[in-house]
């Protein structure tokens, strides 16, 4: 029997959707460059590195985009995927304009091409943000090009995030979590397999408590009173 190449799994996912955005948002004018996860910054979503890397046959620069596997829980697919486009814009801004720009500095070059992909740049997320600077995220315009890429790409390739980072399974809980909905037997899946010991057996003394409606599970200290904000009933201890 063939053993998984996870490797090769998870490349072959981030690939897929760069060459997808590449092509539909950036009319296929981006180089390649050289992808992969990177956590080391605990408050970046994602990375751009100008000419991090040098071939070894003719010595070609060629860049990096790092996404941060801490955030992958917490933003589902889609806002990942925002993310690696949002490095995009910077790779693009980097290669494709005449001067680079200061470096980690968010200049109207990239947040004009931001706009034009349909990624609205905000330092807070929200609209109404700084739309330059040194640090800056973005929120998806509603119906703009990402949005729209992001449907096409998620019918006509399934996209998906196929691992998450192990520091990450406290946070998956609630109705909403956009992992859970993405990925519905995930949470299950863990409970049973108990991968690092954390679920059933938590050194930190947490309990779990349950919606009795919608069977949403959260964790937290003993004798808290929580309400499922979904169904808006008490959620209960689990004993087990």
């Not at 590449?22 to 605990?42: Q, R, V």
């Not at 985009?65 to 993310?83: D, H, R």
């Not at 790409?153 to 192990?166: D, F, V, W």
Request: charged share 30%; net charge positive; proline share 5%.
């Amino acid at each position: 029997m063939k053993k998984e190449q996870h490797t090769v799994k998870l490349v072959a996912e981030l690939q897929k959707a760069y060459d997808y955005f590449n092509e539909h948002l950036f009319k296929d004018e981006l180089p390649d460059c050289i992808m992969g996860l990177c956590n080391a910054n605990k408050r970046t979503l994602g990375y751009y590195h100008r000419s991090q890397y040098l071939t070894t046959e003719g010595a070609i620069k060629v860049d990096k985009i790092s996404l941060n596997p801490s955030y992958f829980v917490s933003q589902g697919v889609k806002k990942v995927m925002g993310t690696l486009v949002h490095e995009m814009c910077h790779l693009w801004r980097e290669r494709m304009c005449d001067k680079p720009s200061r470096g980690g500095y968010h200049d109207r070059k990239w947040g004009s091409k931001m706009k034009e992909v349909g990624l609205y740049p905000s330092n807070t997320g929200e609209e109404g943000g700084k739309e330059t600077g040194n640090q800056m995220t973005h929120y998806i315009i509603v119906d703009g090009p990402f949005d729209k890429a992001f449907k096409e790409l998620k019918e006509e390739h399934n996209i998906t995030l196929p691992y998450i980072h192990k520091t990450q399974l406290g946070f998956l809980n609630g109705v909403n979590n956009p992992m859970l909905k993405e990925n519905p037997e995930l949470l299950e899946a863990i409970e049973r397999e108990n991968p690092f010991g954390s679920i059933s057996k938590n050194r930190s003394n947490r309990v779990k408590y349950i919606c009795p409606v919608c069977n949403s599970k959260v964790w937290g200290k003993k004798e808290l009173y929580i309400v499922c904000g979904a169904c808006k009933v008490t959620m209960d201890p689990d004993d087990n």
